[in-house]
Every structure is written in structure tokens, then in C-alpha cells.
């Protein structure tokens, strides 16, 4: 791995602009479309959840269309009808996608009962739509982090299956042995199962050895912190430069940005 992948670039850099949403590939507001949807991806785009899991409230019977509990999955919906979940009235939502460069002591959560600074101050003049964290970063952890209102990619992203790739740059409180380099690389038994990650190597141009870049896919509660207490070291600061292949490049620490067009398109070919 090359240093230029893992390098902070957070100092001195200006805001980026803002950018503007542009309603095409996926991205346009689907409140003027006059066509019949299916019911799971209305309740996708209103930012309830993904489809999959649309599929499984339609099945419960709490959502209902024009006042009709509806348990058939299939069913479709045309503008004008109205549609509940629970007793409340949903609304279909452009899909949003903002990118934060997450800083340290902010908690990965919509909301938290301990008054703890979240994620969702640093974007709360992103737009009206309510957005949620793709994935998580612990309190600790800074670097890129996805913010969606759109359930059905959120929930893709997420999925083992997809293998989501994730880089990351850690610094630990000591030099990391070349052979312990190895047992990385070749795979450890943690206390929640094995665990491989897809690349592993000391940050190229760093002297010391005590920087280290890890590619991986997992998304298993702190695994590279884990990954690296199990062999003596302790991880003293966590950066992610790259999810599913979006970087925080020219863009500062605790600032966020709206994805490009070709951005959002890649995603949805993941």
C-alpha cells in the first residue's frame, strides 16, 4: 500500500463548494414521477428503510394505503395515495448522499440519550431530507463516513455479501514487528470468529513502523482496533481514508460534501 492512500490531507485545505444534487442516474425527486411504484420502494425513497426490510413491515400489516392495511408484497402505489406507516403519513424523499469526514469524540448515531456530541450536527444544514449513517465509526475513529436517506443503498453497502471495501490508517503506541505484520496478513482467530484482512503493510515512507494500512471488508464491531490489541499493540488513532471506494480527499476535517453524479452511479453498480 502506498503512502499517498493513507496520508491525512486535513490541514490547510478550503471547504470544498457545495454541490448540487442533480436529478438524474437515480437522483431526481421521485415527488413528481406519475407512474405506479411498487410499495417497498416508496418506503425506501421516504427514508424509512430498504426494500428488504420494506417487505418485511408490508408483511407485519402496519403499513397501510388510503386507510387499507396492505400485507401483499408486490402491491404498487400511484401518486396521490396516501400512505401510513404506523399512524404516521409518509412522504417520498429525493434520495441524498452526503460524504462527512468524520472528527474524533462524535459518536456515529442519529440521536443519543447521553447528550453526546453526534455525526448529525456536523450535517444538519445539509439538507431538509432526514439522513442517517451508512455503517458506523466509533467515537474515537475519524475519516469517511456515508449519509443517506436512501434505505435500499444502505443496506447494500452494509451487506457481508457485497464485500465492501474499506481502507484504513492506523497509528499504534509502539513499532509493529514484521512478523506480526504476518500473522495479519495470513488470518487470527478473534473471541467473535476468524478474521483475514485483504491487504496489510507498513505506511510506506514512515521510518518508524508504527503506522500501519489495513484494506479489509469486514464490518464486525471494532475489528481493526481488535485486530491489532490481540497482538499486544494498542491502536492510538484510527483513520478511514476510503469507503466503497469514496475518499476524503480536499475535504477538511468535520466538513462534509454531497456526492457527484458519477459517484452515486458507481455505488449503485457495487
Known amino acids: 500500500m502506498k503512502k499517498r492512500d493513507f496520508k491525512q490531507r486535513d490541514k490547510d485545505e478550503k471547504r470544498p463548494p457545495r454541490r448540487k444534487v442533480v436529478e438524474e442516474n437515480g437522483t431526481a425527486d421521485h415527488r413528481g414521477d406519475t407512474g ?16 428488504r426490510e420494506a417487505d418485511k413491515l408490508i408483511e407485519t400489516g402496519v403499513v397501510r394505503v388510503n386507510g387499507k392495511i396492505i400485507r401483499e408484497l408486490g402491491t404498487k402505489v400511484k401518486p396521490g395515495d396516501k400512505i401510513q ?10 434520495p441524498v448522499y452526503v460524504l462527512l469526514n ?24 445539509a439538507c431538509p431530507e432526514r439522513l442517517y449513517p451508512v455503517g458506523r465509526l466509533d467515537r474515537n475513529t475519524t475519516g469517511v463516513l456515508l449519509l443517506t436517506n436512501d434505505g435500499e443503498m444502505a443496506d447494500k453497502l452494509t451487506h457481508p455479501s457485497r464485500k465492501v471495501r474499506k481502507l484504513y490508517h492506523v497509528w499504534l503506541d509502539k513499532k509493529m514487528k514484521t512478523s506480526d505484520l504476518d500473522v495479519v496478513r495470513a488470518g487470527l482467530e478473534l473471541e467473535d470468529g476468524f478474521i483475514r484482512v485483504d491487504a496489510v503493510e507498513f505506511i510506506e515512507g514512515e521510518n518508524d513502523k508504527s503506522q500501519v494500512g489495513v484494506e479489509l471488508h469486514s464490518g464486525r464491531n471494532r475489528i ?28 477538511p476535517r468535520g466538513k462534509y460534501r454531497y456526492l457527484t453524479d458519477r459517484e452515486i452511479s458507481y455505488l449503485k453498480m457495487l
Open 36 to 51: 405506479q411504484i411498487r410499495l417497498n420502494k416508496y418506503l425506501a425513497h421516504a427514508g424509512v428503510c430498504s426494500r
Open 85 to 94: 406507516l404506523g399512524e404516521q403519513t409518509l412522504k417520498m424523499e429525493r
Open 224 to 251: 481493526v482496533r481488535r485486530i491489532f490489541e490481540h497482538l499486544g499493540y494498542k491502536v492510538i488513532r484510527l483513520d478511514r481514508v476510503s469507503f466503497a471506494g469514496l475518499t476524503k480527499h480536499n475535504l
Open 102 to 125: 468524520k472528527p474524533k469524540d462524535y459518536i456515529t448515531t442519529s440521536s443519543d440519550p447521553q447528550n453526546r456530541k453526534t455525526v448529525m450536527e456536523l450535517i444538519r444544514n
